[in-house]
């Protein structure tokens, strides 16, 4: 209503005590009404927000869930680590066959699980020990079985001048012709002596 008649109104109508009761009862129920949809609205507002704030919860324990730190994975136990077993060896000092006749020829029995042969080569007594060469061994009938370089040692037994470790499959029973390389500080090769070995199982 306009200022005027709102001035009228509160004049005229509002002179008599009852008047005045019904209007004030009529602001305050008004005044209830517009209290309680405010705090309507507020509730509805406080449960959208406390919805979200759920489903973001929600959202960032799957992603977590789902990308979980490579540190976090169990890993598997580590497999048991098996140690190689030691190779069996079975050492031999051979003579050469400028020294000891054919007829007193060496003969090797090689044990049952031998895996390699230690060839210990001796001189004639006076020479030196060999730094650098490298062995053939033919049957007697003249087919290679095998040939490898001399193995290096700091020290030789008295009278060995080279050692070399042969494969003990590569040695069937047979009888062997042993040839012993000496290979000199230009690099030319030359032969220093022969070995006969006759191996038995």
């Known amino acids: 209503m306009s200022a005027v008649d709102r001035e009228r109104f509160e004049t005229n109508y509002l002179d008599s005590p009852q008047r005045r009761d019904r209007v004030e009862t009529i602001r305050q129920l008004r005044g209830a009404t517009h209290t309680r949809e405010r705090a309507q609205r507020i509730s509805i507002r406080t449960l959208a927000l406390a919805a979200a704030l759920v489903l973001a919860v929600i ?8 990308e979980r730190p490579s540190s976090l994975v169990e890993s598997p136990p580590p497999a048991a680590i098996v140690p190689p077993a030691p190779l069996r060896i079975f ?23 031998t895996d390699v042969i230690d060839l210990r080569l001796e001189g004639d007594g006076a020479g030196p020990s060999i730094a650098a060469g490298r062995v053939l061994i033919r049957t ?15 020290t030789q037994p008295p009278g ?10 590569r040695l069937a029973p047979d009888d062997y012709v042993i040839t012993l390389f000496e290979t000199g500080p230009s690099g030319s090769e030359s032969e220093r002596f022969r070995y006969f070995l006759r191996v038995r199982r």
């Open 59 to 66: 959202g960032i324990a799957s992603v977590v869930g789902r």
């Open 91 to 113: 050492a031999m000092t051979i003579s050469p066959v400028s020294v000891r006749g054919t007829s007193d020829s060496s003969a090797l029995v090689v044990p049952t699980g």
């Open 140 to 154: 007697v009938a003249g087919q290679e079985t095998w040939q490898g370089p001399l193995r290096p040692a700091a």
């Open 160 to 169: 060995v001048i080279a050692h070399v470790e042969v494969p003990a499959a």
